[in-house]
Nanobody, 114 residues
């Protein structure tokens, strides 16, 4: 069964850090681009960061220099290290696997208090 399972969300004060993890089924991890999206209340889902199977990365301008995406191919896991968090980073964060088909995780809540 294809799965994306996120973990690591929570409540943190502004300026703090969190690390999100997404464990994926091998069939949708190895050759796919893995990404993190977020959706704040009343806003559209947006791409935060992505990492291709070959390692090339993309970051949204709003998180450049603060967030780092990485992947551990041995563990079929993608990470999002989030530093210097701001209240505007508050959202549900979704893991995404993009290839011939697209898969989504269930989402994990990140709340940054001011």
């Amino acid at each position: 069964q294809v799965q994306l399972v996120e973990s690591g969300g929570g409540l943190v004060q502004a300026g703090g850090s969190l690390r999100l993890s997404c464990a994926a089924s091998a069939s949708i991890f190895n050759s796919n681009t893995m990404g993190w999206y977020r959706q704040a209340p009343g806003k559209q889902r947006e791409l935060v960061a992505s990492i291709a199977s070959g390692g090339s990365m993309y970051y949204a301008q709003s998180v450049k220099g603060r967030f780092t995406i990485s992947r551990d191919n041995a563990k079929n896991t993608v990470y999002l290290q989030m530093n210097s968090l701001k209240p505007e980073d508050t959202a549900v964060y979704y893991c995404n696997s993009y290839g011939l088909r697209t898969f989504w995780g269930q989402g994990t809540q990140v709340t940054v208090s001011s």
